[in-house]
């Protein structure tokens, strides 16, 4: 006789036969967690399976692909008891209508392994409110995501294989979407009826837009990017845009003239995506972006930074890319977060503003490399840590380099071989500096040994705190003309032997040293913009690490002494014009030395002198009653820089009609060549005296006086 209470117990086998039998039926019974910690089990792929458990939490496993379905096949079709799922590593791909129509599911979880996402793959999961995809997945099919009640959507970039027919349409709760830059069109019905859609940045890879994309949303204007060229009659059927947004000429301004909407010419679009850049257009960051991945931009991009921060492994440019930014503090920056190098180009790149960082850990790589094309750089700064801040290697492009700075600081690491700019053996192009500072703390400002290259340097400040400002190639050519800053701790310009530079137009203002490896002529062409009785003039405000002195031609020349290196010649002359801008205001036409022309220069040139040099004057004071021995009108007992800048500014003073400020026993001191006038001349005979002294010289001052009068 079967009892109540066995009926009931043979009841609760049968019922759990039957739901193990039976999967496609679980949905009308119930379980307790009591009674068993797994509902469903089963398999959805060869080798994939998937396990229920009470709590309404789908989990799948394995390796592989989530098979496809059909349309209300799949072991989850319509059941409203799965409310979320967990996607295990592994798992490479969801099958079509995977998760069709399961209204309870409200969560996805997705592994990093997942590469594609299939046709109707959540359709109508109308609970569905939150799903990131990572950027892993490179495929995703129509309908994925119809029916969803997704609020926001970010589609990675790795998505090449994008269909958007109908893929967000029915999505009532959509307020945004960020689309890649792969995409290549908006099919039929992508955002129909998304009534809280506040907006839709369509990419610059699109360039067709199909009928009713837009059906059905509220918001009103949209921008059309220039690379659209096919926009379908119907594709804002039963929306309420009505104004357009794009460029001059577009087949957007097409578009809405022929509809009757209104047009606004826009040159500039905001960058929202925080995991990417733009490849093309013009676009102006709205957020930091953090880059895990290399950029490639094959497209013409005109990139704002807006006083934002951009991480990135490395930028390469196939094509025209501009940098600016336009923020008031200059805070826009982009960052080398990996062993390469930041920017790397192929084409053209401008630079306009911003602060660009290399590799700051141990690498090769420069911080801008322009491989090909040309360069123009009008501000910002850019920074090498252990490489080079600008590394040049085109074979024939022109760098213009007009404002910002270049600078590297490799003092931490030690590392005396990196330069704010090295011209590397394949670069035979043109070098033009005419404005912004270039800086090493170490090594050489500017250095490299290319090919034939052209260096034009007619403005802007070069230098370095332990080596040479510009370390003149053994290869190219070198012009200099205009307002020159060459400055370095072993002296500014450094000559190879039998290299001299061209002087190719006035030189308006220079602040030079030289050091040269060898005897002989250091310019080419100066004669045909300064007399060589001008020139002499100011030799003793050009530091060197030899003696200097003006040819018949008119050009510069340098005496090397045989043991000499970076003397304290160079140093010690630098200290004391550091201030002094030489060589100003020699523009004169020709090198006939009228007393006219001369006169002029010089009263002009005298006056900066006077103005450089005071304050350095002050430490040269003079005490009553000392005798002064010639060549040492500061009574100090020796001849040195010191005595040349006494004479000098009292030469200034006179020259501007101020009275001597020397009694008459300094005078004579003062007066060297006994040509009874204190001026330029003297100062350089005391200052080639010391030179001489400073480099094992024996012989008394009026005995030099006398071999180089």
């Given amino acids: 006789m079967i009892t109540k209470k066995l009926f009931s117990a043979l009841l609760s086998v049968s019922v759990l036969t039957c739901y193990f039998s039976y999967p496609d039926i679980h949905e009308k019974f119930t379980i307790s967690a009591a009674d068993t910690a797994s509902v469903l089990t089963g398999e959805c792929g060869s080798s994939v399976t998937y396990t229920l458990d009470s709590e309404g939490k789908l989990t799948i496993s394995g390796n592989g692909t989530i098979s496809d379905f059909a349309e209300g096949k799949s072991p989850f079709s319509d059941n409203d008891k799965i409310k979320t799922v967990v996607i295990e590593n592994g798992v490479t791909q969801i099958g079509n209508y995977s998760f069709s129509s399961c209204p309870g599911i409200s969560s996805v979880e997705l592994p990093r392994s997942l590469n594609g996402i299939g046709e109707f793959a959540f359709e109508n999961c109308t609970s569905l409110t939150s799903l990131t995809i990572p950027d892993s997945v490179t495929s995703i099919g129509q309908y994925a995501f119809s029916g969803t009640s997704l609020k926001s959507l970010v589609i990675p970039e790795s998505t090449v294989t994008l269909d958007t027919n109908s893929m967000f349409m029915d999505c009532k709760e959509l307020e945004s979407v960020v689309l890649p830059q792969s995409l290549t069109a908006l099919y039929s019905n992508a955002f129909r009826n998304c009534a809280k859609l506040k907006e839709v940045d369509i990419p610059d890879s699109v360039t067709a837009i199909q009928n009713d994309v837009f059906a059905g949303t509220t918001f009103t204007s ?4 220039s690379e659209v060229t096919m926009i379908n009659g119907n594709a804002l059927r039963d929306s309420k845009i009505d104004t357009i947004c794009g460029f001059k000429d577009s087949a957007a301004e097409t578009f809405a003239e022929k509809n009757g909407l209104d047009f606004v010419e826009s040159e500039e679009r905001l960058w929202k995506r925080t995991d990417s850049l733009p490849l093309a257009g013009v676009y102006k960051l709205d957020c930091d972006v953090n880059v895990k991945s290399y950029t490639t931009i094959n497209g013409i991009l005109d990139l704002d930074l807006n006083g934002h921060t951009v991480k990135t492994p490395e930028i390469i440019c196939n094509s025209s890319v501009t940098i600016r930014d336009s923020d008031p503090g200059k805070k826009g920056t982009v960052i080398c977060t990996e062993d390469s190098n930041l920017i790397t180009s192929y084409n053209k790149l401008t630079i306009c503003g911003g602060n660009f960082y290399g590799y700051d850990k141990k690498t090769v790589c420069a911080t801008v490399r322009i491989n090909d094309g040309s360069f123009d750089f009008y501000g910002g700064e850019i920074t090498g840590y252990y490489s080079h801040a600008l590394s040049v290697r085109t074979k024939d492009g022109i760098i213009n380099l007009m404002g910002g700075n270049l600078k590297t600081s490799s003092a931490e690491n030690g590392k005396t071989n990196v330069y704010s700019i090295w011209l590397a053996d394949t670069f035979a192009g043109t070098l033009n500096i005419t404005g912004g500072e270039f800086h090493s703390d170490l090594g050489p400002a500017v250095s490299g040994s290319p090919l034939e290259c052209i260096v034009n340097i007619s403005g802007g400040k070069i230098s370095s705190d332990q080596d040479h400002g510009f370390k003149f190639p053994k290869r190219g050519t070198v012009n200099l003309s205009g307002n020159i800053s060459i400055k370095g701790g072993k002296g500014g310009i450094y000559m190879p032997k039998g290299k001299t530079v061209n002087i190719s137009g006035p030189i308006t203002s220079a602040d030079v040293s030289v050091y040269a490896e060898s005897s002989g002529t250091l310019t080419n062409g100066l004669g045909k913009y300064i007399s060589a ?15 200097l002195s003006v040819n018949d031609e008119g050009e510069l020349g340098i005496e090397v002494p045989v043991s000499a290196t970076t003397t304290a010649v160079t140093t010690a002359v630098s200290s004391t014009t550091a201030t002094v801008s030489t060589l100003t205001d020699m523009t004169s036409a020709s090198t006939t030395d009228t007393s006219t022309s001369a006169e002029t220069s010089t009263t002009a040139s005298a006056s900066t002198v006077s103005t450089s040099v005071t304050s350095t004057a002050a430490t040269a004071s003079v005490t009553e009653g000392t005798k002064y021995a010639l060549g040492d009108p500061n009574g100090d007992g020796k001849t040195d820089a010191n005595d040349a ?16 400020e020397l009694d008459a026993e300094q005078q004579k001191a003062a007066d060297v060549n006994s040509d009874g006038r204190i001026d330029a001349s003297d100062a350089t005979l005391i200052l080639q005296y010391y030179g001489y002294m400073s480099t094992g010289g024996t012989a008394a001052f009026a005995d030099f006086i006398k071999q180089n009068r």
């Fill in 222 to 225: 949209l921008f059309i990017p």
């Fill in 533 to 547: 009785s001008t020139l002499k003039r100011y030799l003793p405000l050009i530091s060197s690490n030899g003696t």
């Fill in 645 to 660: 800048t006494l004479v000098l500014v009292n030469y200034s003073i006179m020259s501007t009609g101020g009275q001597c």
